[in-house]
Every structure is written in C-alpha cells, then in structure tokens.
C-alpha cells in the first residue's frame, strides 16, 4: 500500500489516469458535499451540540432499550436514502403541501420522530438557528446504537444543512425494497455512490430491530410469493415454520402488519455481527437480506463479517459514507427551527 507522506511527494506520481478517474469522480459528486463535514462542526457555533443530544438519547434509550436505537438507526438510513441526508423524512405532510416521506408506506412503522423534536427544542433553546435537524438525527443514530457499548461505534461528521421538500413518491422509489433481488439492491446503492460492499455491510444494520409480516410473508407462503411453485427455497425451513407460527396462514399473513418479529433471533437487541451468521444459516429474514448470498462478491464478504470486531470496524466506515449522501452543506437548504415543518 502506497503511503504519500507529503503532497509534494504524491503529485507528481500521479498517473494521468489517475487524476481522470479523481475527475470523473469529482463531477459524478457535484451538488454532494459530502466533504465539506467535519467533526465538531458546532464546537464554537453551540458547543453543547453534541452533550444535549447525548443526554436526551441515552434518557430515551434506557427507558426503551430494545426498540428504540433500531427506530433511530432506521431513520438516519430512510433520511439518508431519499433527497440525501437532509432530515427529509421529518417533514409532515401538512408542513409540505402534500404527502411527505413519512406517509409513504415504507416508512408506516418508522419511529423516533419525538426523540429528535426533544433535541431541537433544547438546541433551539441554547442556541437557536444553529444545529440542523439532518445532523440531529445522525448524531441520535450513533448515539442510541452506542450506547450498549458505553463508547461511541462511529464518529459522526457535522455540518448538513436541512431540506426545504419531502415526497412520498420520492421515499418509495428511492428506497429499497424488503423483496428486491440483488441487482436491484446493488442500483439502489450505487444511486446513492454506495458500492456492493457498503451494501453487504450496512444491511448488517439487520442486527437489531423488528419487521412486520406483511414486509416477508411472501417468502412463508406457496402462491403468493415472485416464486409461486412455493415458499421460497432459501429460508431455512426450521425458521419458515417459526415464522408461520407467529404470523399466520397464508394468505392472510401479508396482510398482517400488526405482527413483528425480531430481524436477528438469537441477538435481537445487540448490535452484534450475529445478523451475517444467521443469513449464512438461512435466517436472513427479507428476500433482500437472502439476496446478499446470491452474488458472488457479496457471499464472499459475510464469513469475515461473522467476526464482531471485523464487522464493527467495517460498520463505522459504511456508515459514515451513508451519512454523507447528498448532504446540504453552506449555504444549501436551512437549518429548520421546528424539524417537522420548513421555516416560513
Ligand atoms: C438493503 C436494503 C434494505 C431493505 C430492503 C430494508 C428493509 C427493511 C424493512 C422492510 C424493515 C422492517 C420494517 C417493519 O416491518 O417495521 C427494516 C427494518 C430495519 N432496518 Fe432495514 N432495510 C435495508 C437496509 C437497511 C440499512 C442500510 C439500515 C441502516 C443502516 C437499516 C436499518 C434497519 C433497522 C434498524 C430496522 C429495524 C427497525 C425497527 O425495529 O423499528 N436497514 N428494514
Ligand atoms: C395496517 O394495515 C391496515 C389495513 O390494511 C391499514 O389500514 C393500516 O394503515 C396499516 N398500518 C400501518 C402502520 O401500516
Ligand atoms: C431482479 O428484479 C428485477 C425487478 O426488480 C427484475 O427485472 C430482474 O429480472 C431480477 N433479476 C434477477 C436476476 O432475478
Ligand atoms: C410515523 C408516521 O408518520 N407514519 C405514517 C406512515 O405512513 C402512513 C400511511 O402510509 C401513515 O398513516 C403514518 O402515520
């Protein structure tokens, strides 16, 4: 590995090549700002940014220790994952003049809302028009899933400026879905700049939390699932039937949104690598979670992720690069004083 020590000593063995590619790069980000983050972005505009939503998440966390740091990671990632990282996903309807994110249907067992309008109160209280709602939620997310460890997982770079839009159309295209197949989920992440590697990995996030059954009944029942010769063949058998038992009979089962079931059984509630040994058993509970064993280059990546330190190391990079999709940054978008409406 080639390690320059200097600048000087860096450019001039840059190969041509090399600087095309740094270009292409450089336009494919244009309008991403993602570089313009930094750590302790707040330390001078409101130093008690990143202590207040600290308090009030670990506050939240250890009255709800089980549900909550999933209801949080998941929202970073569905914020993440539409208009960028931009605390889209917190606007109501009513603040944008139609459906917003959150009234799309992927987003109906999302949570965590009241979490984050606690920060802003307090932020807005201590110092008011400074700390945006995008890196609210983003520091929240680290936070709740840090907890558990009594350190911080990642750390969480600063600077996003909130968006003036949300869509439902926009949440239910730009998000993945529970039945996609690899192919899918490999453009869904490479829309965003994130590769089959980022992918394997975040969908790691699968270590805590719950689902509903409608989001995986199609794979429990003959007839009703893309494979209608029968239940889906790569679901351990043993777990189908654990499945079934909690969810009901088919057809009735995918309808059945009032159910949840742990993503990760064995280690539901730690954020642990347990969730790639479960899927190299079978027990990746969403035909997007069985797909990662589909393509070679992603099966070939979730022995080593059964390792918790190899995983925990690899989560922080990924996550990271997450929290750096399509962020606002400058002078783009606001910093909104209430985070479920646009200022007037
Ligand atoms: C790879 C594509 C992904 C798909 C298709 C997907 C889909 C889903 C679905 C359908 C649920 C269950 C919702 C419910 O029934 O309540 C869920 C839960 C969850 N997802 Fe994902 N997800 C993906 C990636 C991610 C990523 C990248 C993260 C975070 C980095 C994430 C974090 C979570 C968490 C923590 C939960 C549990 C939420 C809770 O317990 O309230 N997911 N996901
Ligand atoms: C659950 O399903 C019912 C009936 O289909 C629907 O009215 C309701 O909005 C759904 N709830 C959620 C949280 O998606
Ligand atoms: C993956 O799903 C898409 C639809 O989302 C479909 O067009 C494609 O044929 C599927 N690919 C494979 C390999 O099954
Ligand atoms: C938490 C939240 O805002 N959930 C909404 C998600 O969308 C459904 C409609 O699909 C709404 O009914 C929920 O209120």
Same mark, same amino acid.
């Given at each position: 590995m080639m390690r320059p020590t200097t600048s000087s000593s860096w450019m001039p063995s840059v190969s041509s090549a090399a600087l095309f590619a740094a270009t292409l790069v450089l336009l494919a980000g244009a309008g991403c700002d993602g570089a313009l983050l930094k750590a302790h972005f707040y330390r001078h505009s409101c130093p008690a940014a990143e202590a207040v939503v600290r308090d009030i998440v670990a506050a939240r966390v250890a009255a709800d220790p089980a549900a909550l740091p999933a209801k949080l990671l998941r929202l970073f990632f569905h914020d993440c994952f539409v208009r960028g990282c931009d605390a889209s #996903?917190?606007? *109501?309807?009513?603040? #944008?003049?139609? %459906? %917003?994110?959150?009234?799309? %249907?992927?987003?109906?067992?999302?949570?965590?809302?009241?979490?984050?309008?606690?920060?802003?109160?307090?932020l807005e209280a201590v110092c008011p028009g400074t700390v945006s709602c995008a890196d609210i939620v983003a520091l929240a997310a680290r936070d709740a899933v840090s907890l558990q460890f009594g350190r911080d997982l990642w750390d969480v770079q600063l600077g996003r400026r909130d968006g003036v839009a949300s869509r439902a159309s926009e949440a239910l295209a730009g998000l993945p879905?529970? @039945? *996609?197949?690899?192919?899918?989920?490999?453009?869904?992440?490479?829309?965003?700049? &994130?590769?089959?590697?980022d992918l394997v990995i975040l969908?790691?996030?699968?270590?805590?939390?719950?689902?509903?059954?409608?989001?995986?009944?199609? +794979?429990?029942? @003959?007839?009703?699932?893309?494979n209608s010769g029968g239940a889906d063949p790569t679901l351990n058998a043993a777990y189908a039937a654990q499945?079934?038992? /909690?969810?009901?009979? %088919?057809?009735?089962?995918? @309808?059945?949104?009032?159910?949840?079931?742990a993503m990760d059984p064995g280690s539901p509630a730690?954020?642990?690598?347990?969730?790639? #040994?479960?899927l190299k058993l079978g027990r990746g509970l969403f035909t997007s979670d069985a797909a990662l064993l589909t393509d070679r /280059?992603?099966?070939?990546?979730?022995?080593?992720?059964?390792? =918790?330190?190899?995983? &925990? =190391?690899?989560? +922080?990079?990924?996550?990271?690069?997450?929290? /750096?999709?399509?962020?606002?940054?400058?002078? =783009?978008?606001?910093? +909104?004083?209430n985070c479920r409406a646009v200022n007037t």
């Open positions: #996903v917190l606007l *109501d309807s009513a603040a #944008v003049g139609g %459906a %917003a994110e959150k009234d799309a %249907a992927p987003n109906a067992s999302l949570g965590g809302y009241d979490v984050i309008d606690t920060a802003k109160a307090v879905s529970p @039945s *996609d197949n690899f192919t899918a989920l490999e453009a869904n992440f490479g829309a965003k700049g &994130l590769d089959v590697k969908s790691g996030a699968h270590t805590i939390g719950v689902a509903h059954c409608n989001t995986f009944a199609a +794979r429990l029942s @003959s007839g009703s699932g893309p499945l079934r038992a /909690r969810c009901g009979p %088919a057809p009735a089962a995918a @309808s059945n949104n009032a159910t949840a079931v730690r954020f642990d690598a347990h969730y790639f #040994v479960n /280059r992603a099966a070939g990546m979730i022995h080593r992720l059964t390792k =918790q330190g190899y995983f &925990l =190391q690899e989560f +922080r990079n990924a996550v990271r690069k997450m929290g /750096r999709v399509g962020v606002l940054t400058g002078e =783009q978008g606001e910093i +909104r004083r």
